[in-house]
Protein backbone atom coordinates (compact mmCIF):
# COMPACT_ATOMS: atom_id res chain seq x y z
CA UNK A 1 0.00 0.00 0.00
CA UNK A 2 3.08 1.87 -0.69
CA UNK A 3 3.64 2.95 3.04
CA UNK A 4 0.22 3.90 4.05
CA UNK A 5 -0.05 3.06 7.52
CA UNK A 6 -3.69 2.41 7.12
CA UNK A 7 -5.62 0.13 4.54
CA UNK A 8 -6.72 2.45 1.37
CA UNK A 9 -9.70 2.24 -0.08
CA UNK A 10 -10.21 3.57 -3.58
CA UNK A 11 -13.92 4.56 -3.89
CA UNK A 12 -15.06 5.27 -7.25
CA UNK A 13 -18.60 6.35 -7.57
CA UNK A 14 -19.47 9.54 -9.84
CA UNK A 15 -22.83 10.35 -7.29
CA UNK A 16 -20.91 13.05 -5.15
CA UNK A 17 -23.27 12.62 -2.28
CA UNK A 18 -23.04 9.02 -2.64
CA UNK A 19 -19.34 9.33 -2.90
CA UNK A 20 -19.60 11.84 0.26
CA UNK A 21 -21.60 9.19 1.93
CA UNK A 22 -19.18 6.03 1.33
CA UNK A 23 -15.95 8.13 1.75
CA UNK A 24 -17.33 8.94 5.63
CA UNK A 25 -18.28 5.37 6.18
CA UNK A 26 -14.56 4.40 5.19
CA UNK A 27 -12.61 6.82 7.25
CA UNK A 28 -15.20 5.97 10.18
CA UNK A 29 -13.65 2.44 10.51
CA UNK A 30 -10.49 3.29 10.57
CA UNK A 31 -9.62 3.19 6.82
CA UNK A 32 -8.07 5.42 4.24
CA UNK A 33 -10.27 6.83 1.36
CA UNK A 34 -9.47 7.85 -1.89
CA UNK A 35 -12.69 9.07 -3.94
CA UNK A 36 -12.74 9.07 -7.54
CA UNK A 37 -15.57 10.51 -9.64
CA UNK A 38 -14.06 9.34 -12.88
CA UNK A 39 -12.29 6.11 -14.19
CA UNK A 40 -9.41 7.78 -15.41
CA UNK A 41 -9.04 9.50 -11.95
CA UNK A 42 -9.58 5.82 -10.46
CA UNK A 43 -6.87 4.45 -12.45
CA UNK A 44 -4.23 7.45 -11.42
CA UNK A 45 -4.98 6.56 -7.83
CA UNK A 46 -4.53 3.51 -7.99
CA UNK A 47 -1.11 3.80 -9.24
CA UNK A 48 0.39 6.02 -7.36
CA UNK A 49 -1.65 4.60 -3.27
CA UNK A 50 -1.57 0.95 -4.46
CA UNK A 51 -4.81 0.37 -2.56
CA UNK A 52 -6.49 -2.77 -0.87
CA UNK A 53 -9.46 -3.06 -2.23
CA UNK A 54 -11.44 -0.89 -4.92
CA UNK A 55 -15.01 -0.33 -5.04
CA UNK A 56 -16.27 0.60 -8.30
CA UNK A 57 -19.90 1.69 -9.75
CA UNK A 58 -20.26 0.46 -13.00
CA UNK A 59 -22.18 3.42 -14.27
CA UNK A 60 -19.43 6.28 -15.08
CA UNK A 61 -19.40 9.36 -17.16
CA UNK A 62 -16.22 8.90 -18.51
CA UNK A 63 -15.20 4.82 -19.10
CA UNK A 64 -17.22 1.83 -19.29
CA UNK A 65 -17.09 0.03 -15.72
CA UNK A 66 -16.32 -2.78 -16.83
CA UNK A 67 -13.22 -1.67 -18.69
CA UNK A 68 -12.24 -0.09 -15.37
CA UNK A 69 -12.52 -3.09 -13.52
CA UNK A 70 -9.92 -4.96 -16.20
CA UNK A 71 -7.80 -1.83 -16.15
CA UNK A 72 -7.50 -1.62 -12.18
CA UNK A 73 -6.66 -5.59 -11.74
CA UNK A 74 -4.17 -5.27 -14.59
CA UNK A 75 -1.74 -3.16 -12.60
CA UNK A 76 1.58 -4.31 -11.29
CA UNK A 77 0.00 -4.00 -7.78
CA UNK A 78 -3.83 -3.98 -8.64
CA UNK A 79 -6.65 -4.16 -5.87
CA UNK A 80 -9.09 -6.43 -5.03
CA UNK A 81 -12.50 -4.91 -6.85
CA UNK A 82 -15.67 -4.86 -5.48
CA UNK A 83 -18.52 -3.90 -8.06
CA UNK A 84 -21.30 -1.56 -6.14
CA UNK A 85 -23.99 -0.92 -8.96
CA UNK A 86 -27.78 -0.48 -9.26
CA UNK A 87 -28.54 0.39 -12.84
CA UNK A 88 -26.00 -2.94 -14.47
CA UNK A 89 -27.90 -5.43 -11.64
CA UNK A 90 -29.17 -8.51 -13.56
CA UNK A 91 -27.71 -11.40 -13.60
CA UNK A 92 -26.46 -11.11 -17.00
CA UNK A 93 -24.84 -7.67 -15.61
CA UNK A 94 -23.38 -9.31 -12.69
CA UNK A 95 -21.72 -12.86 -14.47
CA UNK A 96 -19.75 -10.21 -16.88
CA UNK A 97 -18.66 -8.16 -13.57
CA UNK A 98 -17.14 -11.13 -12.51
CA UNK A 99 -15.81 -12.17 -15.53
CA UNK A 100 -13.14 -9.17 -14.99
CA UNK A 101 -11.61 -10.58 -11.71
CA UNK A 102 -13.80 -8.31 -9.29
CA UNK A 103 -14.22 -10.05 -6.05
CA UNK A 104 -17.69 -9.52 -5.08
CA UNK A 105 -20.89 -7.36 -6.57
CA UNK A 106 -22.94 -5.09 -4.23
CA UNK A 107 -26.10 -4.04 -5.11
CA UNK A 108 -27.80 -0.45 -4.84
CA UNK A 109 -29.44 0.86 -2.61
CA UNK A 110 -26.70 0.09 -0.39
CA UNK A 111 -26.16 2.02 2.80
CA UNK A 112 -22.63 3.28 3.31
CA UNK A 113 -22.72 1.09 6.85
CA UNK A 114 -23.36 -1.99 4.87
CA UNK A 115 -20.58 -1.30 2.18
CA UNK A 116 -18.35 -0.79 5.42
CA UNK A 117 -19.52 -4.16 6.68
CA UNK A 118 -18.96 -5.85 3.75
CA UNK A 119 -15.34 -4.33 3.10
CA UNK A 120 -15.13 -5.57 6.46
CA UNK A 121 -16.38 -9.22 5.99
CA UNK A 122 -13.95 -9.08 3.01
CA UNK A 123 -10.80 -8.06 4.99
CA UNK A 124 -11.45 -10.65 7.66
CA UNK A 125 -9.94 -14.01 7.29
CA UNK A 126 -12.67 -17.02 6.69
CA UNK A 127 -13.59 -19.06 9.16
CA UNK A 128 -14.12 -22.89 9.34
CA UNK A 129 -17.69 -23.84 10.16
CA UNK A 130 -18.09 -25.14 13.76
CA UNK A 131 -19.44 -28.12 12.88
CA UNK A 132 -17.87 -30.36 15.76
CA UNK A 133 -15.11 -28.57 16.81
CA UNK A 134 -11.67 -29.24 15.58
CA UNK A 135 -9.80 -27.83 18.84
CA UNK A 136 -8.62 -31.22 19.73
CA UNK A 137 -6.05 -33.36 17.96
CA UNK A 138 -6.73 -31.09 14.56
CA UNK A 139 -4.22 -32.28 12.16
CA UNK A 140 -2.49 -30.29 9.59
CA UNK A 141 -3.74 -32.28 6.48
CA UNK A 142 -7.21 -31.46 7.93
CA UNK A 143 -6.82 -27.96 8.19
CA UNK A 144 -5.56 -27.72 4.37
CA UNK A 145 -8.39 -29.53 3.22
CA UNK A 146 -10.83 -26.91 3.06
CA UNK A 147 -14.44 -27.53 0.94
CA UNK A 148 -16.42 -24.26 0.81
CA UNK A 149 -20.32 -24.65 0.87
CA UNK A 150 -22.90 -22.34 0.03
CA UNK A 151 -25.88 -23.10 1.59
CA UNK A 152 -28.62 -20.90 3.12
CA UNK A 153 -30.20 -23.54 5.10
CA UNK A 154 -28.81 -23.89 8.45
CA UNK A 155 -30.03 -27.36 9.04
CA UNK A 156 -28.41 -28.83 5.73
CA UNK A 157 -25.00 -27.04 5.56
CA UNK A 158 -24.60 -28.20 9.50
CA UNK A 159 -25.13 -31.74 8.23
CA UNK A 160 -22.67 -31.27 5.18
CA UNK A 161 -19.99 -29.83 7.48
CA UNK A 162 -20.24 -32.32 9.84
CA UNK A 163 -19.98 -35.25 6.99
CA UNK A 164 -17.37 -32.89 5.67
CA UNK A 165 -15.29 -32.66 9.06
CA UNK A 166 -15.67 -36.34 9.40
CA UNK A 167 -14.65 -37.20 6.66
CA UNK A 168 -11.32 -35.08 7.17
CA UNK A 169 -12.04 -31.89 5.84
CA UNK A 170 -12.42 -28.45 6.99
CA UNK A 171 -15.86 -27.01 5.86
CA UNK A 172 -16.28 -23.14 5.61
CA UNK A 173 -20.13 -22.30 5.02
CA UNK A 174 -21.53 -19.15 3.84
CA UNK A 175 -25.50 -18.38 3.13
CA UNK A 176 -25.60 -16.38 0.02
CA UNK A 177 -24.38 -16.34 -3.42
CA UNK A 178 -22.11 -12.91 -3.34
CA UNK A 179 -20.46 -14.19 -0.14
CA UNK A 180 -20.11 -17.63 -1.66
CA UNK A 181 -18.26 -15.92 -4.48
CA UNK A 182 -15.92 -13.50 -1.61
CA UNK A 183 -15.05 -16.48 0.11
CA UNK A 184 -13.97 -18.62 -3.12
CA UNK A 185 -12.04 -15.90 -4.07
CA UNK A 186 -9.98 -15.59 -0.84
CA UNK A 187 -10.16 -19.05 0.29
CA UNK A 188 -9.28 -21.12 -2.99
CA UNK A 189 -11.05 -24.13 -1.25
CA UNK A 190 -10.21 -27.68 -2.76
CA UNK A 191 -14.08 -28.14 -4.04
CA UNK A 192 -17.54 -25.70 -3.75
CA UNK A 193 -20.72 -27.67 -2.38
CA UNK A 194 -23.59 -25.22 -3.36
CA UNK A 195 -27.08 -25.67 -3.11
CA UNK A 196 -29.40 -24.29 -6.37
CA UNK A 197 -31.73 -22.94 -4.68
CA UNK A 198 -30.31 -19.34 -2.98
CA UNK A 199 -31.71 -16.10 -2.52
CA UNK A 200 -29.90 -13.99 -4.10
CA UNK A 201 -28.93 -15.48 -7.30
CA UNK A 202 -29.98 -18.30 -9.49
CA UNK A 203 -27.60 -22.01 -9.56
CA UNK A 204 -27.40 -22.11 -13.17
CA UNK A 205 -25.85 -18.28 -12.63
CA UNK A 206 -23.88 -18.74 -9.61
CA UNK A 207 -22.12 -21.93 -11.47
CA UNK A 208 -21.44 -20.02 -14.33
CA UNK A 209 -19.67 -17.36 -12.30
CA UNK A 210 -17.39 -19.83 -10.42
CA UNK A 211 -15.84 -21.75 -13.96
CA UNK A 212 -15.50 -17.94 -15.24
CA UNK A 213 -13.82 -16.19 -13.11
CA UNK A 214 -9.93 -16.54 -13.45
CA UNK A 215 -9.37 -16.96 -9.86
CA UNK A 216 -12.14 -19.72 -8.92
CA UNK A 217 -12.27 -21.61 -12.77
CA UNK A 218 -10.43 -24.65 -11.85
CA UNK A 219 -12.15 -25.29 -8.10
CA UNK A 220 -14.15 -28.97 -8.50
CA UNK A 221 -18.21 -27.26 -8.15
CA UNK A 222 -20.84 -29.61 -7.04
CA UNK A 223 -24.48 -29.38 -7.01
CA UNK A 224 -26.30 -30.46 -4.17
CA UNK A 225 -30.34 -30.08 -4.86
CA UNK A 226 -33.19 -31.89 -2.75
CA UNK A 227 -35.37 -32.02 -6.20
CA UNK A 228 -35.07 -34.05 -9.94
CA UNK A 229 -32.89 -32.23 -12.01
CA UNK A 230 -34.94 -29.14 -13.54
CA UNK A 231 -33.94 -28.00 -16.65
CA UNK A 232 -31.32 -25.04 -14.61
CA UNK A 233 -29.68 -28.11 -12.84
CA UNK A 234 -29.59 -29.69 -16.23
CA UNK A 235 -27.44 -26.24 -17.43
CA UNK A 236 -25.10 -26.36 -14.23
CA UNK A 237 -24.17 -29.97 -15.48
CA UNK A 238 -23.18 -28.18 -19.03
CA UNK A 239 -21.42 -25.38 -17.32
CA UNK A 240 -19.19 -28.01 -15.59
CA UNK A 241 -20.52 -28.90 -11.96
Not at 35 to 55: F, M, N, S, Y
Not at 231 to 238: A, I, S, T
Request: aromatic content about 6%; some cysteine.
Amino acid sequence: MAGDEKTSILIVEDHAPTLGYFVRAIESNGWKALPADRGEKAVELAKAHQPRIATVDLCLPDMDGYELCRKLLGLPNPPDVLVVSGVFGKEDDRLKAYQTGAAAFLLKPLRPVELAAEIRRFLSPPSPFPAMGRANGESAAKRNSPILIIEDDDEQAKAIAAHLEISGFTPYVERTAVHGIMAAYRLLPHAVILDMGLPDLSGAVLVAILKSHPRTKDIPLLVWTGSQKSDQELECLKLGA
